[in-house]
């Protein structure tokens, strides 16, 4: 279903059958976006095998969808292992970068971790990564570096009796997304 429309965007949950868009999406990712969201250096064959991967388990995938049909932003919820957080992953084509669809799919990450009762999260990139630590920062993650790679935390409260399903985000502004079609 999809959470957050407007006449140049949509943010929706992908399942398997979207599973094409995703993989083009991570594909069009430059070097230091591939390095940035992996971690290290990600050839296509490494791109196309983790994509595959994504739709076989656990894992949920969100997406910035454009007008035209055509993933540009993606987030990704993985299940965490016991006494783990759970990993939190972003991806945002460079040319729709600053302009909200980071912060939109970090909401729909965060509203699906808490149904989910998942009381942390976790995203990991490259020490220098300004934006990911900007970006997590908004939604109150704590940092630690170590040999060369940043690792975010958030806490989530997951106390409450009863956990609303996830809610449905409030539209974009269209003008925010103008500058980046
Ligand atoms: C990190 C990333 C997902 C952010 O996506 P985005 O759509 O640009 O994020 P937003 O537009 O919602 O911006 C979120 C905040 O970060 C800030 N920000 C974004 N890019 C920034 C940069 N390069 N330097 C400093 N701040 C930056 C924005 O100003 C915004 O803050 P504000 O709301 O207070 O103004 C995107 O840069 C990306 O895909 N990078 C490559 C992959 C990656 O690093 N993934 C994260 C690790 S898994």
Redesign the pocket.
Known sequence: MARATNALGTIRELSGRDADLHREHLLR?DAE?RR??FNGVAGDHFIRDYAARCFAGRTRVFAFIDAEGIVR?AAELHAPAQGEPADI????EPT?????????LFEVVMSAARYSRYPELR???TAG????R??AR?FGARFTFEAGEVVGLIGLDVSHGKVAATRRAPALPAERYAAAV
């Open positions: 990712l976006g940035e969201r932003g992953a972003f991806s945002v729709f970068r600053q302009s909200g669809i980071g912060s939109r995203i990991t990139s990564n300004r934006a990911m900007a970006l908004k």
